[in-house]
């Protein structure tokens, strides 16, 4: 993930917009997905087999997957404010500048790209896999929670005021009970 990081940051400071592909090979790591999934792995099993080591070592479909669903995810619903602050690249902008297209066409292949990615995720899901069905379902849930997460925008980095009354109702003024 640091050198995915550092790959990012030499495109920032070069202000080089790479190619689409380029981008995408790079950003599934630095997303973080793998580290959780990682981390995740092994607070689940108890029983470690050298199988899913080697699996997790070489970035099996299931890792890959949802890491690339959570970074599209969070390029689809970041990328308005990208935009506005000139940020050198996303998924978006890399696959904007490389076909010359719009920016609701760039949209509308991320979001084909999602739904291509979930559907071998789901394919891969049910196939022989070395890891366990809770690890499965966590790999799931990392891809469920960042559509969920990003699907109106960006509410962390650039919050509206809807984002801000559900942090308020929540943690600032909770329901009395």
């Known amino acids: 993930m640091l050198k995915a990081f550092l790959i990012e940051a ?4 070069q202000k080089n917009i790479p190619k689409f592909e380029e981008y995408l090979n790079n950003a599934w790591m630095s997303v973080s997905g793998v580290l959780i999934l990682t981390h995740a792995y092994f607070l689940l099993n108890q029983n470690i087999t050298k199988e899913a080591l080697h699996s997790l070592q070489n970035y099996h479909h299931l890792l890959r997957q949802p890491s690339t669903i959570f970074r599209l995810c969070n390029d689809l619903g970041t990328s308005k404010a990208e935009l506005e602050r000139g940020e050198a690249a996303s998924s978006i902008i890399c696959y904007m500048r490389e076909n010359g297209v719009s920016e609701e066409c760039a949209h ?11 559907k071998k995720m789901n394919k891969d899901r049910v196939t022989n896999s070395p890891f366990s069905n809770s690890f499965i379902e966590t790999a799931m849930n990392l891809a469920r929670i960042s559509q969920c997460t990003y699907q109106y925008g960006d509410a962390h980095g650039a919050p509206d005021a809807s984002a801000k009354n559900r942090i308020r109702s929540l943690i600032i003024e909770p329901l009395a009970l």
């Open 108 to 118: 509308k292949y991320i979001n084909n790209l999602l739904d291509e990615t979930w």
């Open 10 to 13: 030499k495109w920032c400071k």
